[in-house]
């Protein structure tokens, strides 16, 4: 089968780009790892969103969601793309359990962000997940923590996933949060930007005033997760509770992995602490044939994600000849604004919830790749022995190259192998993950 | 340890480790077995592990569907019927 855009992803980025995209012309595919359109903001907002305890700014998904149904695009929930040859224009996608190939003459990824990973002593334990994953549960199955919970790290996500829970009926026990003190004082010199973006801090303020009757500790450090077989107490500098469920978070980044595999060309982002892939405006990235757009290009968040999917819907519009370079600038214009406006809070949130140094390069007995156990300390001495980078640590530890194939451990890492080498995490280099993406199995191969 | 809540009616009959278990519409198979309370073992260690992000990334929700070993349980949604269990160890290769 063949299509003018491929588009990976069904978030805010790839809906908007869709709809941009089929309103010039273009035939459309949208290859979606989900159930459902909505990505991770809005995912199951078409089963959920009278939920209250997700609230509104989740249920306006609805909207997006069903102008991206109404759209006409040829949608394809779980279909998991293992395989690109941007250069052919070629897609090797495994959907019920076999393979087929869609050829595309550009492809846009809206793969969006993932969780950054938070590796503290005992994480590995059944009973902690990441906050994202307590809200996944929520949202697609109305199922919350039964006994003590306890919220950990920081963030927006941290207190809208507190507040959820407590409309749920099942209010976190405790919130511990690891912004170190001094922090919102040099925060505040965003500030005055942040005046354009009054309507989110209003939200951010609400979610705070929602929260403030929850048992919390401020300026957590040395957090751990404890128990036999399984978390049963929360341990931190100055304290310790019984616990059920930790749900972690210290932010997202954007997910790479199939941009690296490509072969793109990323940047160091200091301010967010990640790598994102380099772009234009409208998300045209080092290939010619392949865009990014949404979070997997920097943290934004929806509105900015929408945005962006809407800019790289009509630059395929552009390049694929269905409108002209005069139509082009005059549509992008109110998106471009759209995008200036969603961002503006970003820096202000960058350095508020910036990671702390404990975070991104653990202690020596913690865990850092989790599929292949292996721990910081193991990564430091591979370090010394004259690892120089990710790519070289495979061949020390196998780190990378167990099932999650780095999607996890790349970000601890780097920045352990840059910690002991003294230099810049940037140097070191990034995992380059390889086709296929995901599993699959030689049957399903054969299969093709 | 998770509850489900009386706002999403658990309408699927899945079999978690052989015992019957039911979940809401859009719950993932990963959901079921956090409900059940079941984890997986580790390949290496044989350390007990369990679902950890949810969304597709971290793999700690591998599990046995259908008789098909190491599928990420997170990304399958339940189906009626749906046989689960979680991965112990290393999956051993087979005739499928």
Redesign the interface.
């Given at each position: 089968m063949s299509y003018d855009l491929a588009i990976i992803g069904a978030g805010p980025a790839g809906m908007a780009a869709a709809i941009e995209a089929v309103a010039h012309g273009l035939r459309v595919v949208v290859l979606d790892?989900g159930?459902g359109p909505g990505g991770?903001i809005f995912r199951?907002v078409e089963?959920?969103a009278g939920?209250p305890?997700l609230g509104a700014d989740y249920a306006v998904g609805r909207a997006l969601v069903g102008a991206f149904r109404a759209a006409g695009v040829e949608y394809r929930p779980?279909a998991?793309l293992w395989h690109l040859d941007p250069d052919a224009g070629l897609l090797s996608v495994l959907a019920e359990?076999r393979t087929s190939t869609l050829a595309a003459r550009r492809v846009l990824l809206a793969t969006g962000a993932?969780?950054r990973p938070v590796p503290i002593p005992g994480w590995?334990?059944?009973?902690?997940?990441?906050a994202?994953?307590g809200q996944?549960?929520l949202k697609?199955?109305?199922?919350?923590?039964?006994?003590p919970t306890v919220l950990a790290g920081q963030g927006p996500l941290l207190r809208l996933v507190a507040a959820q829970l407590a409309r749920?009926?099942?209010p976190p026990a405790l919130i511990l949060e690891t912004t170190p003190p001094g922090r919102r004082r040099a925060a505040l010199r965003h500030l005055p930007g942040a005046w354009a973006g009054r309507g989110l801090v209003g939200q951010g303020l609400g979610l705070l005033l929602e929260t403030r009757g929850l048992p919390r500790r401020q300026g957590v450090r040395e957090l751990r997760a404890e128990g036999e077989?399984?978390l049963q107490r929360v341990v931190w500098d100055g304290g310790s509770i019984a616990a059920?469920?930790l749900l972690l978070h210290e932010g997202v980044i954007p997910?790479t992995h199939i941009s690296r595999a490509l072969g793109l060309d990323h940047a160091w982002d200091a301010a967010q602490q990640c790598w994102r892939p380099v772009t234009d405006a409208f998300g045209a990235s080092s290939h010619a044939q392949v865009a990014l757009a949404g979070d997997a290009t920097g943290i934004g968040g929806w509105e900015a994600a929408m945005a962006a999917g809407h800019l790289a819907g009509l630059d395929a519009a552009y390049r694929l000849g269905r409108l002209d370079s005069a139509g082009l600038a005059y549509r992008a214009g109110p998106w471009l604004a759209a995008r200036r406006r969603a961002l503006v809070l970003r820096p202000l949130l960058d350095a508020l919830y910036a990671p702390p140094a404990a975070v991104l390069a653990p202690a020596d007995a913690v865990i850092a790749c989790?599929?292949?156990?292996v721990t910081a300390g193991q990564v430091r001495q591979a370090a010394r022995l004259g690892a120089t980078g990710p790519n070289q640590l495979k061949a020390y530890l196998r780190c990378g190259m167990?099932?999650?194939q780095g999607?996890?451990c790349a970000p601890t890492v780097a920045a352990l192998i840059a910690e002991v080498r003294g230099v810049p995490v940037e140097l070191v280099g990034a995992y380059r993950p390889r086709a296929p993406y995901?599993?699959l199995?030689v049957?399903q191969l054969a299969g093709l | 340890?998770?509850?489900?809540?009386p706002?999403?009616p658990a309408t699927i009959e899945v079999a978690v480790e052989g015992q019957p278990l039911r979940?809401?519409?859009?719950?993932?198979a990963a959901?079921a077995l956090?409900?059940a309370g079941i984890?997986r073992t580790?390949a290496?260690?044989g350390?007990?592990?369990?679902?950890?992000?949810?969304?597709?990334?971290?793999?700690?929700c591998?599990a046995e569907i259908d008789g098909?070993a190491?599928q990420?349980a997170?990304?399958v949604?339940a189906r009626p019927g749906m046989r689960i269990r979680a991965q112990r160890g290393a999956r051993r290769a087979g005739p499928?």
């Open positions: 790892e159930g991770q199951a089963q959920a939920d305890a779980l998991t359990g993932q969780e590995t334990l059944p009973g902690v997940l990441t994202g994953a996944i549960l697609t199955a109305g199922v919350v923590p039964q006994g749920a009926g099942a077989g399984r059920a469920t997910a989790r599929c292949e156990e167990g099932p999650c999607r996890l995901k599993p199995t049957a | 340890m998770f509850a489900l809540r706002e999403r979940v809401p519409e859009g719950a993932s959901v956090l409900l984890g580790t290496l260690s350390a007990p592990r369990a679902p950890y992000c949810l969304m597709g990334v971290c793999f700690e591998l098909v190491n990420q997170c990304m949604p499928a």
